[in-house]
């Protein structure tokens, strides 16, 4: 399974901006979608996660202000990021988890760089 990310960019402190990443390949079933971010000099974390039936899942940092939704029949998750700020700067990366084949997989999105000045 392929993940293709895109949507990241330069925005200043207050805007929004919207992810979005489209998994590809053949026979698969995917059960969770989700967003992690790396800043330089820390870990990977999870921003936002939503599973095939809808449910939700953020992290303190992005409740109230980042709302994930997914298109199910286009394997694509969406993360949409208001009142950005300084601190959200990141490398954002998507992950899906399912089957393929009877398999179970967890991919990752090559990673989109998001940068809000102050």
């Known amino acids: 399974v392929q993940l293709q990310a895109c949507g990241g960019g330069l925005v200043q402190a207050g805007g929004s901006l919207r992810l979005s990443c489209a998994a590809s390949?053949?026979?698969?079933?995917?059960?969770?979608m989700g967003w992690y971010r790396q800043a330089p000099g820390k870990q990977r974390e999870l921003v936002a996660a939503i599973t095939s039936a809808g449910s939700t899942n953020y992290a303190d940092s992005a409740k109230g202000r980042f709302t994930i939704s997914r298109d199910n029949a286009k394997n694509t998750v969406y993360l949409q990021m208001n009142s950005l700020k300084p601190e959200d700067t990141a490398v954002y990366f998507c992950n899906a988890q399912g089957t393929v084949v009877g398999s179970a997989f967890s991919s990752w999105g090559q990673g989109t760089l998001v940068t809000v000045s102050s």
């Open positions: 390949g053949t026979i698969f079933r995917i059960h969770a």
